[in-house]
């Protein structure tokens, strides 16, 4: 039996949690990348709180997706 076919034998949460197992293990920590990403949200704050942008409620915006 492939690992593939083993896997579809699994119970539902059996299942999630190998998905999330697999999944943790391809997050790859990357220092660059995580300060490129704090230096991002820091400036979307900031237009956000000098009224430089608005923000969207999310309801707003799934409803065009609906």
Same mark, same amino acid.
Not at 20 to 26: R, T
């Given at each position: 039996?492939?690992?593939?076919?083993?896997?579809?034998?699994?119970?539902?949460? $059996? !299942?999630?949690?190998?998905? $999330?197992?697999?999944?943790?293990?391809?997050d790859i920590? $990357?220092?660059?990348? $995580?300060?490129?990403?704090?230096?991002?949200?820091? !400036?979307?704050?900031?237009?956000?709180?000098?009224?430089?942008?608005?923000?969207?409620?999310v309801y707003?915006?799934?409803? !065009?997706?609906?």
């Amino acid at each position: 039996m492939s690992i593939n076919q083993e896997a579809l034998t699994l119970k539902p949460l $059996d !299942k999630i949690q190998l998905i $999330d197992e697999l999944l943790l293990s391809l997050d790859i920590p $990357d220092q660059a990348l $995580d300060k490129i990403w704090v230096e991002e949200s820091e !400036k979307r704050i900031d237009a956000y709180e000098t009224g430089r942008t608005n923000a969207t409620d999310v309801y707003e915006v799934l409803e !065009k997706y609906q």
